[in-house]
Nanobody, 127 residues
């Protein structure tokens, strides 16, 4: 079982930056593709970014492309999300997630392919 704990959320003004971290324990981090998702009040949880097991391949939602960057450090069992040029519409609870199947070749953008979730960290962007 993989346990995930997010950190790094907070309140920033539009145009600012934040770096989210997700510390993994209880499993072999490097065998899972990983993702970031977010959920705003009254909305469904949506895909933000995902990364392959080795960290070489990434994909980002169109809404964050060019502003957010997902990365991972397998030696530190940690997933990151660098968020730049933040907008008020980025306000949400951000969750990291681990793939439900280890050793998957390609990371997924579907939340249904992820079984392990952190508790979430709040990001609030004011205009």
């Amino acid at each position: 079982q993989v346990q995930l704990v997010e950190s790094g959320g907070g309140s920033v003004q539009a145009g600012g930056s934040l770096r989210l971290s997700c510390a993994a324990s209880g499993g072999t981090f490097s065998i899972y593709t990983m993702g970031w998702f977010r959920q705003a009040p009254g909305k469904e949880r949506e895909f933000v970014a995902a990364v392959s097991r080795g960290g070489v391949s990434t994909n980002h939602a169109d809404s964050v492309k060019g502003r957010f960057t997902i990365s991972r450090d397998n030696a530190k069992n940690t997933l990151y999300l660098q968020m730049n040029s933040l907008k008020p519409e980025d306000t949400a609870v951000y969750y990291c997630a681990a793939d439900r199947r280890p050793y998957r070749l390609q990371q997924s953008s579907s939340r249904y392919e992820y079984d392990y979730w952190g508790q979430g960290t709040q990001v609030t962007v004011s205009s």
